[in-house]
């Protein structure tokens, strides 16, 4: 058998990374396994909100926020494979962990870590037969960077409190910005709802968008009131879509592993990361326990816990806690890179 690591992580979010950097500091052999093709995970979903509640850390973006993240959990040089969703978990006669992916790929570790967030998200496209096709140029499912839209007439589909914060973000610096909703009211607070009146923007209920017409690029959108039945062609120059996500969970409950859940998903454990199964532990959203922190800053606390469980797993004389940074001769070298920088 080749290429066995001591631990293997699944999810490349901050719960990942940050078990990859703590791992790589207790000087275990890491791997970590990402579904989509960028570290970062849900993060990645609102790269230019404003992240406040990260301990010593002032105010950062989403998007500085990931590449610091990718930065100190690369720090020990963990291996790493993108654009891989595991689909099977077994233990071999030898107490080791296989994991097959979806690239019929087969890794394996001494211990897991789960860290795989809410699921696999991935943004519920437009069911029309061309939408594809402007992927590419100004069709989104992200906003990636509010500038995209400067001076532009922007169109943006979805009844959502996230949909509603895109409108009030990008309509100070649009030309024009329309929100359109299938149902007859907005979900979110009343206080977004005024804030849209404010900047602007005109919001049609009960209506959606049945065709994309343009070469290249989308120029005009088909709407269709579903009260009315009536249709209306709008020109655009960019179309946004929040729809909601497809979440991805069979791992959790057919991974060949009888793993313990609560609600049919998460891992049920305990404050150490610690599942029903050996060597087998959760961190971030996907681990379930009494006292859960639902922040940033409880990910991180659940991804060294979930590393000190797995290398005291691996190792049972082991320190059950890594030296803290100000004192770890690891840091030695690297210490005098950054100093020598600043």
Do not use: C
Not at 122 to 136: G, H, Q, R, T, V
Not at 141 to 166: E, T
């Amino acid at each position: 058998m080749k290429d066995v690591y001591d631990v293997t992580i699944i999810g490349g979010g901050p719960a990942g990374l940050f078990a990859a950097f703590y791992a790589g500091l207790r000087e275990m052999k890491v791997k970590v396994i990402e579904a989509h093709s960028e570290l970062g995970g849900k993060v990645r979903v609102y790269p230019e909100k404003m992240i406040w509640d990260v301990g010593g850390m002032p105010p950062v973006s989403g998007l500085s926020f990931i590449e610091q993240m990718i930065e100190q959990g690369l720090t020990f040089n963990p291996t790493v494979e993108l654009d891989q969703t595991i689909t099977k978990m077994n233990k071999l006669d030898t107490d080791i962990f296989e994991l097959e992916t979806d690239k019929d790929k087969k890794h394996y570790s001494r211990t897991v870590i789960m860290a795989v967030g809410g699921g696999v998200i991935d943004p519920i496209k437009l069911d029309i037969d061309n939408a594809f096709s402007y992927e590419k140029s100004n069709l989104y499912y992200h906003v990636q960077s509010i500038k995209d839209f400067k001076d532009k007439r922007v169109l943006i589909s979805g009844g959502s409190s996230s949909a509603v914060d895109w409108a009030n973000e990008i309509a100070p610096i649009a030309q024009q910005v329309l929100l359109v909703y299938r149902g007859d009211n907005l979900k979110t607070h009343e206080s977004d709802i005024s804030k849209l009146k404010a900047n602007n923007v005109v919001s049609l209920e009960n209506t959606e968008i049945t065709a994309l017409l343009g070469d290249k690029e989308i120029e005009e959108v088909s709407l269709r009131n579903n009260k009315t039945n009536s249709i209306k062609n709008l020109p655009v120059d960019a179309v946004l879509v929040n729809h909601g996500y497809h979440r991805q969970h069979q791992l959790m409950t057919e991974s060949g592993l009888s793993i313990e859940l609560k609600d049919d998903y998460f891992i049920k454990g305990n404050v150490l990361g610690e599942s029903n199964i050996q060597g087998l532990y959760g961190a971030g959203d996907i681990l379930s326990h009494e006292g859960k922190l639902h922040l940033i800053a409880g990910a991180f606390q659940d991804a060294a816990n979930a590393v000190n469980s797995a290398k005291r797993h691996i190792e049972p004389s082991a320190e059950r806690f890594a030296m803290v940074s100000s004192h770890n001769k690891r840091f030695t070298e690297k210490n005098k890179e950054y100093l020598y920088k600043k």
